[in-house]
């Protein structure tokens, strides 16, 4: 907010500061849901032993995200907030079916991720409401989630492409009973889940030739473009290494036993 401040993009009347709503910075597991409050910062999530199995993926982002004074200080209500490709968390909370909570005087309501955020730049808060938390299912020993990135630099920079998978698995370990494969970008603007490219996956084994077609699929999902920092064939062909990558990792760690 505040380089599009500097900027003149953004000229708002007010700005309101929440960050001592103490309340609204924490982690905590109420039954079988994680609850994140909307003021705890990346730097308490790379940290909290909360997110262990499969839920492991934040310690992972929270690693890549910016460097120690932004971890210190972004949180994650703010990362959503900015709708854009580059904000890390969103595809994380997409690929954990994750919902958010909404409130303003006297009421609130529950959205998913996508119905937060509509288009770049673009969150659907009504006057008067604020994000206090976001909540989504833990995951048990036969599901997980991985999280892909590439960037010129580990830290300190956006994401070209990056992918993350959250799958499950049957008991046998062999056939796919859930997927969702989100990108930072699939065809527009904003994190997008490739959807084709799930239904493919839904119901098969897992086998080299499973994982061929539903690369071929993804393919003709994509539709990235070029600029300075890379061509749009490159970013296509990246996303299927990447996507390649989380999905032979979340069958790893599953079929291995999450904890080893």
């Given amino acids: 907010m505040i380089p599009r401040l500097r900027a003149r993009e953004l000229r708002p009347k007010y700005v309101v500061d929440l960050s001592n709503l103490k309340e609204l910075k924490y982690a905590k597991k109420d039954g079988n849901t994680i ?28 690693k890549k995200f910016g460097g120690p004074h932004i971890r210190n200080m972004a949180t994650l209500a703010g990362n959503l907030g900015t709708a854009i ?14 919902r958010v909570k909404m409130v303003n005087d006297g009421s609130s309501r529950e ?13 659907t808060c009504a006057p008067q409401e604020i994000m206090t938390e976001i909540h989504f299912r ?7 989630c991985s999280f892909e990135k590439l960037g010129r630099r580990v830290i300190m920079d956006v994401a070209m492409i990056s992918s993350t998978v959250y799958l499950k698995l049957d008991k046998s370990g062999k056939k796919i009973e859930g997927v969702r494969a989100v990108f930072n970008r699939l065809k527009g603007k904003v994190p997008e889940r490739a959807k084709k ?3 493919y996956l839904r119901g098969k ?13 993804l393919g003709s999902e ?39």
Avoid: W
């Avoid at 959205?111 to 969150?123: A, E, M």
């Avoid at 833990?138 to 997980?144: A, C, F, K, V």
């Avoid at 897992?206 to 690369?215: F, I, Q, R």
């Fill in 138 to 144: 833990d995951l048990d020993s036969s599901e997980y």
């Fill in 197 to 199: 490219t799930e239904e």
């Fill in 222 to 260: 994509l539709n990235l473009t070029s600029d300075y920092r890379a061509s749009k064939e490159y970013r296509e062909d990246m996303a299927k290494v990447l996507f390649k990558r989380a999905l032979d990792r979340c069958v790893e760690k599953i079929r291995g036993g999450v904890s080893k």
């Fill in 205 to 217: 084994e897992y086998s080299a030739k499973t994982v061929e077609g539903a690369l071929s699929i």
């Fill in 85 to 98: 490709s580059s904000s890390d968390f969103i595809p994380t909370f997409m690929a954990l079916d994750a």
């Fill in 35 to 62: 609850k994140i409050g909307a003021l705890t910062t990346v730097d308490e999530i790379g940290k909290t032993d909360l997110f262990k199995n499969g839920c492991d993926v934040f310690h992972v982002v929270a």
């Fill in 111 to 123: 959205i998913t991720i996508d119905q937060l955020i509509p288009s770049k730049r673009c969150v």
